[in-house]
């Protein structure tokens, strides 16, 4: 399998989420389907059927972040020699040319990409046209509305 690029602080929230689901969910979903086996007939038992499918999610979403992880190629982005350039890890603050928008984006991996916190995935177009630019390059992302022009106004690794 090939390596997952991911960003230290997107590895540590995995790991985080790794250790709650094995260290509180999973026991209280034991729990939960004890207590449902003692209440009989487990062929009309919602809550035994129902936690047993909630220890399906468990264990496939444990499995799921433990194979992540072990394919993570962790890039800490503080640690590199970017020469001024945008890399991936990356934080960027650029200008709509046309609009004056300004909009900041860090560039993560596709598990990490959340637009709404401003994460964006390397291989989207907006970080795919940003890669290898300068503060003052003025870059070209084909979008659905047409062409944008942006200027990188910083650059950050943080």
Do not use: W
């Amino acid at each position: 399998m090939n390596q997952i690029p991911m960003t230290l602080r997107g590895a540590e929230r995995l790991r985080e989420e790794l250790e709650e689901l094995k260290t509180v969910k999973r026991p209280r979903i034991i729990a939960s389907i004890a207590e449902a086996r003692e209440h009989g007939d487990l062929k009309e038992n919602a809550e035994y059927h129902a936690a047993r499918e909630e220890q399906g999610f468990c264990e496939g979403r444990i499995q799921e972040i433990e194979a992540k992880l072990s394919n993570a190629q962790v890039i800490d982005v503080t640690k590199m020699n970017a020469n001024g350039r945008v890399i991936f890890g990356a934080t960027v603050s650029i200008l709509n040319v046309d609009s004056e928008e300004e909009f900041t984006y860090r560039i993560v991996g596709d598990d990490e990409a959340d637009f709404k916190h401003n994460l964006i995935s390397v291989n989207s177009p907006m970080a795919r046209g940003l890669i290898g630019k300068e503060v003052d390059d003025v870059v070209v992302i084909k979008t659905p509305g047409g062409d944008v022009d942006y200027e990188i106004l910083k650059i950050e690794y943080i």
